[in-house]
Protein backbone atom coordinates (compact mmCIF):
# COMPACT_ATOMS: atom_id res chain seq x y z
CA UNK A 1 0.00 0.00 0.00
CA UNK A 2 1.10 3.40 -0.15
CA UNK A 3 3.52 4.72 2.32
CA UNK A 4 2.27 8.22 2.78
CA UNK A 5 -0.59 10.31 0.53
CA UNK A 6 -0.96 14.31 0.12
CA UNK A 7 -4.37 15.41 0.34
CA UNK A 8 -4.92 18.55 -2.21
CA UNK A 9 -8.19 20.22 -0.47
CA UNK A 10 -9.32 21.43 2.63
CA UNK A 11 -12.33 21.40 4.85
CA UNK A 12 -14.65 18.52 6.00
CA UNK A 13 -13.38 16.02 2.54
CA UNK A 14 -10.00 16.57 3.94
CA UNK A 15 -10.57 16.00 6.87
CA UNK A 16 -12.38 12.52 5.79
CA UNK A 17 -9.45 11.64 3.53
CA UNK A 18 -6.77 12.06 6.25
CA UNK A 19 -9.32 9.53 8.52
CA UNK A 20 -9.70 7.25 5.60
CA UNK A 21 -5.56 6.93 6.07
CA UNK A 22 -5.08 6.87 9.26
CA UNK A 23 -7.82 3.61 9.53
CA UNK A 24 -5.43 2.26 6.55
CA UNK A 25 -1.65 2.83 8.19
CA UNK A 26 -0.65 5.92 5.35
CA UNK A 27 1.04 8.87 6.41
CA UNK A 28 -0.71 11.92 5.42
CA UNK A 29 0.71 15.32 4.21
CA UNK A 30 -1.90 18.22 4.43
CA UNK A 31 -1.33 21.58 1.93
CA UNK A 32 -3.01 24.70 3.59
CA UNK A 33 -3.42 28.41 2.88
CA UNK A 34 -1.94 31.42 5.06
CA UNK A 35 -6.27 31.59 6.15
CA UNK A 36 -5.85 27.84 7.00
CA UNK A 37 -2.90 27.77 9.63
CA UNK A 38 -5.72 26.78 12.50
CA UNK A 39 -7.90 24.25 10.17
CA UNK A 40 -8.51 20.89 10.89
CA UNK A 41 -6.72 19.30 7.94
CA UNK A 42 -3.79 21.01 8.96
CA UNK A 43 -3.75 19.91 12.82
CA UNK A 44 -4.76 16.46 12.34
CA UNK A 45 -2.08 15.33 9.14
CA UNK A 46 1.34 13.78 10.07
CA UNK A 47 2.86 16.86 7.67
CA UNK A 48 1.53 20.22 6.77
CA UNK A 49 2.88 22.67 4.12
CA UNK A 50 1.82 26.00 3.42
CA UNK A 51 1.19 26.51 -0.13
CA UNK A 52 0.24 30.09 -0.38
CA UNK A 53 -1.82 32.84 0.59
CA UNK A 54 -5.87 32.92 1.10
CA UNK A 55 -7.27 32.78 -2.34
CA UNK A 56 -7.92 29.09 -3.21
CA UNK A 57 -6.28 30.47 -6.37
CA UNK A 58 -3.11 31.56 -5.19
CA UNK A 59 -3.12 28.09 -2.53
CA UNK A 60 -5.25 25.36 -3.19
CA UNK A 61 -5.67 26.17 -7.11
CA UNK A 62 -1.72 26.55 -7.08
CA UNK A 63 -0.58 23.30 -9.20
CA UNK A 64 3.20 24.20 -8.94
CA UNK A 65 2.86 25.04 -5.57
CA UNK A 66 1.15 22.01 -4.07
CA UNK A 67 3.30 19.41 -6.87
CA UNK A 68 6.83 20.89 -5.16
CA UNK A 69 4.83 19.97 -1.59
CA UNK A 70 4.84 16.81 -2.59
CA UNK A 71 8.34 15.98 -3.89
CA UNK A 72 9.59 17.66 -0.16
CA UNK A 73 7.52 15.62 1.53
CA UNK A 74 8.08 12.56 -0.50
CA UNK A 75 4.30 11.52 -1.20
CA UNK A 76 3.85 8.74 -3.48
CA UNK A 77 -0.23 9.73 -4.44
CA UNK A 78 -2.30 13.21 -4.70
CA UNK A 79 -5.89 12.86 -3.51
CA UNK A 80 -7.72 15.63 -5.06
CA UNK A 81 -11.13 15.53 -2.91
CA UNK A 82 -13.68 17.43 -4.85
CA UNK A 83 -13.59 20.92 -6.15
CA UNK A 84 -10.60 22.60 -6.58
CA UNK A 85 -8.49 20.77 -8.98
CA UNK A 86 -10.22 17.20 -8.45
CA UNK A 87 -11.59 17.71 -11.83
CA UNK A 88 -8.73 18.98 -13.68
CA UNK A 89 -7.41 16.70 -16.04
CA UNK A 90 -4.27 18.46 -16.75
CA UNK A 91 -3.49 18.54 -12.76
CA UNK A 92 -4.25 14.67 -13.12
CA UNK A 93 -1.47 14.15 -15.97
CA UNK A 94 0.88 16.66 -14.17
CA UNK A 95 0.68 14.14 -11.33
CA UNK A 96 1.04 11.16 -13.48
CA UNK A 97 3.77 12.12 -15.55
CA UNK A 98 5.78 13.20 -12.48
CA UNK A 99 5.73 9.89 -11.45
CA UNK A 100 3.18 10.25 -8.04
CA UNK A 101 -0.15 8.56 -8.27
CA UNK A 102 -3.26 10.32 -9.23
CA UNK A 103 -6.25 8.81 -6.65
CA UNK A 104 -8.76 9.46 -9.23
CA UNK A 105 -9.81 8.76 -12.92
CA UNK A 106 -7.18 8.50 -15.87
CA UNK A 107 -7.02 12.01 -17.69
CA UNK A 108 -8.96 10.49 -20.32
CA UNK A 109 -11.87 9.70 -18.68
CA UNK A 110 -11.99 13.10 -17.17
CA UNK A 111 -11.25 15.04 -20.30
CA UNK A 112 -13.94 13.11 -21.61
CA UNK A 113 -16.95 13.32 -18.79
CA UNK A 114 -15.50 17.11 -18.25
CA UNK A 115 -16.77 17.97 -21.96
CA UNK A 116 -20.71 17.83 -22.23
CA UNK A 117 -20.64 17.38 -25.45
CA UNK A 118 -18.47 14.69 -25.92
CA UNK A 119 -19.61 13.22 -23.10
CA UNK A 120 -23.15 13.39 -24.59
CA UNK A 121 -21.90 11.74 -27.40
CA UNK A 122 -20.18 8.68 -25.53
CA UNK A 123 -23.07 7.69 -23.61
CA UNK A 124 -25.38 7.74 -27.32
CA UNK A 125 -22.75 4.92 -28.11
CA UNK A 126 -23.23 2.92 -24.98
CA UNK A 127 -27.20 3.35 -25.34
CA UNK A 128 -27.50 5.20 -22.21
CA UNK A 129 -30.73 7.55 -22.68
CA UNK A 130 -30.05 11.38 -23.00
CA UNK A 131 -32.27 14.39 -22.52
CA UNK A 132 -33.73 14.63 -25.91
CA UNK A 133 -31.83 17.96 -27.86
CA UNK A 134 -29.07 19.16 -29.94
CA UNK A 135 -27.00 16.63 -31.67
CA UNK A 136 -23.94 17.77 -30.30
CA UNK A 137 -22.54 21.19 -30.32
CA UNK A 138 -25.13 23.99 -31.49
CA UNK A 139 -23.26 26.78 -33.80
CA UNK A 140 -25.56 29.72 -34.32
CA UNK A 141 -29.07 31.08 -33.51
CA UNK A 142 -30.73 29.03 -36.62
CA UNK A 143 -29.57 26.02 -36.27
CA UNK A 144 -30.33 27.08 -32.08
CA UNK A 145 -34.21 27.60 -33.39
CA UNK A 146 -34.45 24.25 -35.37
CA UNK A 147 -33.23 22.22 -32.49
CA UNK A 148 -35.77 23.98 -29.98
CA UNK A 149 -38.69 23.82 -32.12
CA UNK A 150 -38.05 19.94 -32.78
CA UNK A 151 -37.44 19.52 -28.70
CA UNK A 152 -40.39 21.50 -28.27
CA UNK A 153 -40.14 24.76 -25.42
CA UNK A 154 -38.98 25.20 -22.96
CA UNK A 155 -35.07 24.21 -23.77
CA UNK A 156 -32.16 24.93 -21.99
CA UNK A 157 -28.95 26.30 -23.31
CA UNK A 158 -25.95 24.77 -21.79
CA UNK A 159 -22.28 25.34 -21.71
CA UNK A 160 -20.32 22.30 -22.39
CA UNK A 161 -17.51 23.17 -20.39
CA UNK A 162 -20.02 24.28 -17.63
CA UNK A 163 -20.17 23.25 -14.19
CA UNK A 164 -21.09 23.53 -10.31
CA UNK A 165 -24.61 24.71 -11.71
CA UNK A 166 -23.29 27.73 -13.63
CA UNK A 167 -23.49 28.13 -17.76
CA UNK A 168 -26.78 27.26 -18.01
CA UNK A 169 -30.50 29.22 -19.29
CA UNK A 170 -33.67 28.18 -19.94
CA UNK A 171 -35.67 29.68 -22.36
CA UNK A 172 -39.66 29.38 -23.01
CA UNK A 173 -40.48 31.05 -26.03
CA UNK A 174 -38.51 30.86 -29.77
CA UNK A 175 -39.24 34.98 -29.34
CA UNK A 176 -36.32 34.64 -26.57
CA UNK A 177 -33.80 32.21 -28.06
CA UNK A 178 -31.33 34.58 -29.87
CA UNK A 179 -30.67 36.64 -27.05
CA UNK A 180 -30.37 33.77 -24.16
CA UNK A 181 -28.36 31.71 -26.82
CA UNK A 182 -26.03 34.45 -27.72
CA UNK A 183 -25.84 35.64 -23.96
CA UNK A 184 -25.24 31.45 -22.98
CA UNK A 185 -22.15 31.60 -25.70
CA UNK A 186 -20.60 34.43 -24.68
CA UNK A 187 -20.57 33.82 -21.07
CA UNK A 188 -19.15 30.01 -21.92
CA UNK A 189 -16.69 31.71 -24.02
CA UNK A 190 -15.58 33.95 -20.81
CA UNK A 191 -16.52 31.84 -17.37
CA UNK A 192 -15.20 28.07 -19.17
CA UNK A 193 -12.92 29.59 -22.10
CA UNK A 194 -14.83 27.56 -24.19
CA UNK A 195 -17.88 28.82 -25.97
CA UNK A 196 -19.09 25.52 -27.12
CA UNK A 197 -23.02 25.10 -25.99
CA UNK A 198 -25.76 22.45 -26.86
CA UNK A 199 -29.52 22.34 -26.68
CA UNK A 200 -31.44 19.71 -24.15
CA UNK A 201 -35.76 19.86 -23.67
CA UNK A 202 -35.67 21.64 -20.15
CA UNK A 203 -37.58 19.17 -17.91
CA UNK A 204 -39.88 20.52 -16.12
CA UNK A 205 -40.42 18.13 -13.16
CA UNK A 206 -37.99 15.89 -12.36
CA UNK A 207 -36.25 14.78 -9.81
CA UNK A 208 -32.13 14.69 -9.94
CA UNK A 209 -30.85 10.98 -8.79
CA UNK A 210 -27.53 9.74 -9.56
CA UNK A 211 -25.89 6.38 -9.02
CA UNK A 212 -22.57 5.73 -7.37
CA UNK A 213 -19.93 3.85 -9.25
CA UNK A 214 -16.84 2.62 -8.20
CA UNK A 215 -14.53 0.39 -11.03
CA UNK A 216 -10.69 -0.60 -10.63
CA UNK A 217 -7.58 -1.25 -12.68
CA UNK A 218 -8.77 -4.86 -13.88
CA UNK A 219 -11.88 -3.77 -15.46
CA UNK A 220 -14.36 -4.24 -12.68
CA UNK A 221 -17.43 -1.55 -12.69
CA UNK A 222 -19.60 -1.75 -10.02
CA UNK A 223 -22.66 0.46 -8.74
CA UNK A 224 -23.42 1.53 -5.08
CA UNK A 225 -27.50 2.08 -5.62
CA UNK A 226 -28.62 5.57 -6.43
CA UNK A 227 -28.92 8.79 -4.43
CA UNK A 228 -31.86 11.06 -4.12
CA UNK A 229 -30.12 14.78 -4.20
CA UNK A 230 -33.71 16.56 -5.31
CA UNK A 231 -33.41 18.95 -2.27
CA UNK A 232 -31.59 21.83 -4.41
CA UNK A 233 -31.50 25.71 -4.29
CA UNK A 234 -29.74 27.45 -7.33
CA UNK A 235 -28.73 23.73 -7.67
CA UNK A 236 -26.81 23.24 -4.93
CA UNK A 237 -27.75 20.33 -3.16
CA UNK A 238 -29.15 21.05 0.26
CA UNK A 239 -30.02 17.32 1.58
CA UNK A 240 -29.64 14.14 0.25
CA UNK A 241 -30.99 10.73 0.50
CA UNK A 242 -30.13 6.66 -0.56
CA UNK A 243 -32.10 4.74 -1.50
CA UNK A 244 -34.48 7.30 -3.86
CA UNK A 245 -37.84 7.33 -2.25
CA UNK A 246 -39.04 7.53 -5.69
CA UNK A 247 -37.12 4.37 -7.63
CA UNK A 248 -38.61 0.97 -7.40
CA UNK A 249 -36.94 -1.77 -7.51
CA UNK A 250 -37.58 -2.20 -11.31
CA UNK A 251 -36.38 1.18 -12.03
CA UNK A 252 -33.55 0.88 -9.90
CA UNK A 253 -32.47 -2.30 -12.11
CA UNK A 254 -32.22 -0.28 -15.11
CA UNK A 255 -31.06 3.25 -13.71
CA UNK A 256 -27.83 1.66 -12.22
CA UNK A 257 -27.02 -0.83 -15.37
CA UNK A 258 -27.55 2.55 -17.15
CA UNK A 259 -24.84 4.43 -14.79
CA UNK A 260 -22.90 1.35 -15.15
CA UNK A 261 -22.82 1.25 -18.50
CA UNK A 262 -21.32 5.34 -18.73
CA UNK A 263 -18.62 4.00 -16.06
CA UNK A 264 -17.70 1.38 -18.70
CA UNK A 265 -17.71 3.57 -21.60
CA UNK A 266 -15.15 5.63 -20.73
CA UNK A 267 -13.13 2.52 -18.33
CA UNK A 268 -14.13 4.31 -15.80
CA UNK A 269 -11.36 3.94 -12.26
CA UNK A 270 -12.27 5.02 -9.21
CA UNK A 271 -15.48 6.40 -7.86
CA UNK A 272 -17.62 8.39 -9.54
CA UNK A 273 -21.06 9.37 -9.82
CA UNK A 274 -23.61 9.27 -13.08
CA UNK A 275 -26.33 12.43 -12.78
CA UNK A 276 -29.93 11.60 -14.32
CA UNK A 277 -32.71 13.78 -14.53
CA UNK A 278 -35.73 11.49 -13.45
CA UNK A 279 -39.51 12.26 -15.01
CA UNK A 280 -42.44 11.53 -13.01
CA UNK A 281 -43.47 8.84 -15.06
CA UNK A 282 -39.69 7.26 -14.01
CA UNK A 283 -38.23 7.43 -17.57
CA UNK A 284 -34.56 9.00 -16.93
CA UNK A 285 -32.00 10.77 -18.46
CA UNK A 286 -28.24 10.95 -18.43
CA UNK A 287 -26.98 14.66 -17.57
CA UNK A 288 -23.36 14.42 -16.53
CA UNK A 289 -20.86 12.50 -14.96
CA UNK A 290 -19.08 13.71 -11.55
CA UNK A 291 -15.66 12.19 -11.78
CA UNK A 292 -14.46 12.56 -8.01
CA UNK A 293 -15.99 11.46 -4.35
CA UNK A 294 -18.92 13.78 -4.03
CA UNK A 295 -19.88 15.64 -1.20
CA UNK A 296 -23.13 13.19 -0.32
CA UNK A 297 -21.40 9.58 -0.45
CA UNK A 298 -21.50 8.83 3.29
CA UNK A 299 -25.44 8.43 2.10
CA UNK A 300 -24.30 5.69 -0.07
CA UNK A 301 -21.75 4.25 2.60
CA UNK A 302 -24.29 3.93 4.77
CA UNK A 303 -26.88 1.43 2.88
CA UNK A 304 -23.66 -0.49 1.12
CA UNK A 305 -21.02 -0.31 3.83
CA UNK A 306 -18.53 0.36 1.80
CA UNK A 307 -16.11 2.74 2.69
CA UNK A 308 -15.69 4.85 -0.85
CA UNK A 309 -12.76 6.84 0.06
CA UNK A 310 -10.61 3.68 1.65
CA UNK A 311 -11.42 2.22 -2.19
CA UNK A 312 -10.75 4.87 -4.09
CA UNK A 313 -7.52 4.98 -2.34
CA UNK A 314 -7.29 0.80 -2.70
CA UNK A 315 -7.83 0.74 -6.50
CA UNK A 316 -5.32 3.82 -6.99
CA UNK A 317 -2.80 1.67 -5.41
CA UNK A 318 -3.59 -1.07 -8.33
CA UNK A 319 -5.81 -3.39 -5.91
CA UNK A 320 -9.18 -5.07 -7.53
CA UNK A 321 -12.11 -4.76 -6.30
CA UNK A 322 -13.08 -6.93 -3.14
CA UNK A 323 -16.61 -7.56 -3.38
CA UNK A 324 -18.90 -8.51 -6.57
CA UNK A 325 -21.62 -6.69 -7.66
CA UNK A 326 -24.10 -9.40 -6.37
CA UNK A 327 -22.14 -9.10 -2.43
CA UNK A 328 -23.68 -5.15 -2.42
CA UNK A 329 -26.35 -5.43 -0.48
CA UNK A 330 -28.65 -2.47 0.21
CA UNK A 331 -29.50 -2.25 3.64
CA UNK A 332 -31.81 0.91 5.28
CA UNK A 333 -32.38 4.28 4.99
CA UNK A 334 -29.44 6.84 5.54
CA UNK A 335 -30.22 10.98 4.96
CA UNK A 336 -27.25 13.68 5.01
CA UNK A 337 -27.62 17.39 5.96
CA UNK A 338 -25.72 20.06 4.76
CA UNK A 339 -24.38 22.37 7.13
CA UNK A 340 -23.73 25.87 5.96
CA UNK A 341 -22.70 28.93 7.72
CA UNK A 342 -25.14 31.46 6.25
CA UNK A 343 -27.93 32.92 6.78
CA UNK A 344 -31.00 30.12 6.91
CA UNK A 345 -33.46 31.73 4.28
CA UNK A 346 -31.56 34.83 3.04
CA UNK A 347 -28.44 32.57 2.86
CA UNK A 348 -26.11 35.35 3.08
CA UNK A 349 -22.59 34.28 4.33
CA UNK A 350 -21.57 33.82 7.94
CA UNK A 351 -18.19 33.67 8.44
CA UNK A 352 -16.44 34.51 11.90
CA UNK A 353 -15.81 32.86 14.81
CA UNK A 354 -17.17 29.31 16.57
CA UNK A 355 -18.08 30.20 19.91
CA UNK A 356 -18.75 26.86 20.96
CA UNK A 357 -19.47 23.48 18.61
CA UNK A 358 -21.46 20.85 20.36
CA UNK A 359 -22.13 17.58 17.51
CA UNK A 360 -24.84 15.50 17.62
CA UNK A 361 -24.09 11.64 18.70
CA UNK A 362 -26.00 8.63 19.61
CA UNK A 363 -27.07 5.60 17.43
CA UNK A 364 -26.56 6.08 13.67
CA UNK A 365 -25.20 9.55 13.67
CA UNK A 366 -22.53 10.26 11.51
CA UNK A 367 -21.31 14.27 11.43
CA UNK A 368 -18.47 14.76 9.09
CA UNK A 369 -16.83 18.57 9.91
CA UNK A 370 -13.90 20.38 10.58
CA UNK A 371 -15.67 22.50 13.16
CA UNK A 372 -14.15 23.27 16.76
CA UNK A 373 -14.63 25.39 19.71
CA UNK A 374 -12.87 28.18 18.76
CA UNK A 375 -12.20 27.74 15.48
CA UNK A 376 -12.54 31.39 13.18
CA UNK A 377 -14.29 29.94 9.70
CA UNK A 378 -12.59 32.37 6.97
CA UNK A 379 -14.68 34.13 4.36
CA UNK A 380 -12.79 33.01 1.38
CA UNK A 381 -14.01 29.53 0.88
CA UNK A 382 -17.67 27.14 0.62
CA UNK A 383 -19.94 27.71 3.58
CA UNK A 384 -20.29 24.14 4.15
CA UNK A 385 -18.92 23.32 7.98
CA UNK A 386 -20.94 19.73 8.40
CA UNK A 387 -22.38 17.09 7.24
CA UNK A 388 -24.60 15.61 9.25
CA UNK A 389 -25.53 11.83 8.72
CA UNK A 390 -28.39 9.50 10.32
CA UNK A 391 -29.16 5.79 8.71
CA UNK A 392 -32.40 3.82 9.82
CA UNK A 393 -33.90 0.51 8.95
CA UNK A 394 -36.88 2.78 6.83
CA UNK A 395 -36.84 6.26 6.18
CA UNK A 396 -39.26 7.25 8.50
CA UNK A 397 -37.21 6.23 11.56
CA UNK A 398 -34.31 8.16 9.95
CA UNK A 399 -35.98 11.28 9.27
CA UNK A 400 -36.84 10.89 12.97
CA UNK A 401 -33.37 10.24 13.77
CA UNK A 402 -32.03 13.34 11.67
CA UNK A 403 -34.69 15.20 13.43
CA UNK A 404 -33.34 14.82 16.86
CA UNK A 405 -29.88 15.01 15.78
CA UNK A 406 -30.57 18.53 14.27
CA UNK A 407 -32.11 19.01 17.65
CA UNK A 408 -28.76 18.18 19.45
CA UNK A 409 -26.37 20.24 17.14
CA UNK A 410 -25.50 23.35 18.59
CA UNK A 411 -23.26 25.87 16.30
CA UNK A 412 -22.60 29.59 18.62
CA UNK A 413 -21.05 32.52 17.23
CA UNK A 414 -21.64 32.02 13.53
CA UNK A 415 -25.23 31.61 11.99
CA UNK A 416 -25.93 28.41 9.99
CA UNK A 417 -28.92 26.91 8.22
CA UNK A 418 -30.07 24.62 11.16
CA UNK A 419 -33.41 25.72 10.87
CA UNK A 420 -33.69 25.57 7.12
CA UNK A 421 -33.07 21.46 8.13
CA UNK A 422 -35.38 21.83 11.12
CA UNK A 423 -38.38 23.18 8.91
CA UNK A 424 -37.64 21.00 5.63
CA UNK A 425 -37.51 17.87 7.97
CA UNK A 426 -41.04 18.67 9.32
CA UNK A 427 -42.23 19.30 6.08
CA UNK A 428 -45.14 16.84 4.76
CA UNK A 429 -44.24 16.51 0.97
CA UNK A 430 -41.18 15.81 2.26
CA UNK A 431 -42.00 13.48 4.89
CA UNK A 432 -44.05 11.96 1.90
CA UNK A 433 -40.98 12.13 -0.58
CA UNK A 434 -43.71 14.14 -3.30
CA UNK A 435 -41.25 16.55 -4.45
CA UNK A 436 -38.84 17.28 -7.15
CA UNK A 437 -35.92 19.59 -7.87
CA UNK A 438 -38.33 22.57 -7.31
CA UNK A 439 -39.40 21.78 -4.39
CA UNK A 440 -37.41 23.30 -1.88
CA UNK A 441 -37.24 26.89 -3.82
CA UNK A 442 -40.93 26.53 -4.54
CA UNK A 443 -41.52 26.01 -1.00
CA UNK A 444 -39.07 29.20 0.19
CA UNK A 445 -40.54 31.47 -2.24
CA UNK A 446 -44.13 30.73 -0.13
CA UNK A 447 -42.34 31.75 3.22
CA UNK A 448 -42.33 35.43 2.32
CA UNK A 449 -39.44 35.83 4.73
P1 LIG B 1 -23.64 21.27 -13.61
O1 LIG B 1 -22.52 20.57 -14.32
O2 LIG B 1 -23.47 22.75 -13.64
O3 LIG B 1 -23.94 20.71 -12.26
P2 LIG B 1 -25.90 19.76 -14.69
O4 LIG B 1 -26.01 19.43 -16.11
O5 LIG B 1 -25.49 18.66 -13.77
O6 LIG B 1 -24.94 21.03 -14.53
O7 LIG B 1 -27.27 20.35 -14.17
C1 LIG B 1 -27.41 20.90 -12.87
C2 LIG B 1 -28.88 21.03 -12.50
O8 LIG B 1 -29.59 21.82 -13.47
C3 LIG B 1 -29.63 19.71 -12.45
O9 LIG B 1 -29.50 19.06 -11.21
C4 LIG B 1 -31.05 20.18 -12.70
O10 LIG B 1 -31.58 20.73 -11.49
C5 LIG B 1 -30.89 21.32 -13.70
N1 LIG B 1 -30.99 20.83 -15.10
C6 LIG B 1 -29.96 20.46 -15.92
N2 LIG B 1 -30.41 20.04 -17.13
C7 LIG B 1 -31.76 20.14 -17.10
C8 LIG B 1 -32.82 19.84 -18.05
N3 LIG B 1 -32.57 19.37 -19.27
N4 LIG B 1 -34.09 20.04 -17.64
C9 LIG B 1 -34.36 20.53 -16.40
N5 LIG B 1 -33.43 20.83 -15.48
C10 LIG B 1 -32.13 20.64 -15.80
Known amino acids: ?147 SKKAGFPVIVKASAGGGGRGMKVVHSEASLPNAFSMCQTEAGTVFGDSTVFIEKFLEEPRHIEVQVLGDKHGNIIHLFERECSMQRNNQKVLEEAPSPFVDAQTRKKLCAAGVAAAKAVNYVGAGTIEFLMNPDKSFYFIEMNTRIQVEHPVSEWITGVDLVEWQIRVAFGEPLAFTQNEIKMKGHAIECRINAEHPFKFTPSPGT ?37 HARDRPKCIRRMQRAMDELVVLGVTTNQELHQRLLANPGFQSADFNIHFLERWLNQMHL
Open 354 to 390: VELYHAPGGRSVRVDSFLYTGYVIPPYYDSMIAKIIT
Open 1 to 147: MFHKILIANRGEIAVRIIRACKEMGILTVAVYSEADRDAMHTRLADESICIGPASGSLSYLNIAAIMAAAELTDAEAIHPGYGFLAENASFAEIVTESGLNWIGPSPESMRIMGDKVAAKQKMAEASVPLVPGSDGAVADVEEAKIV
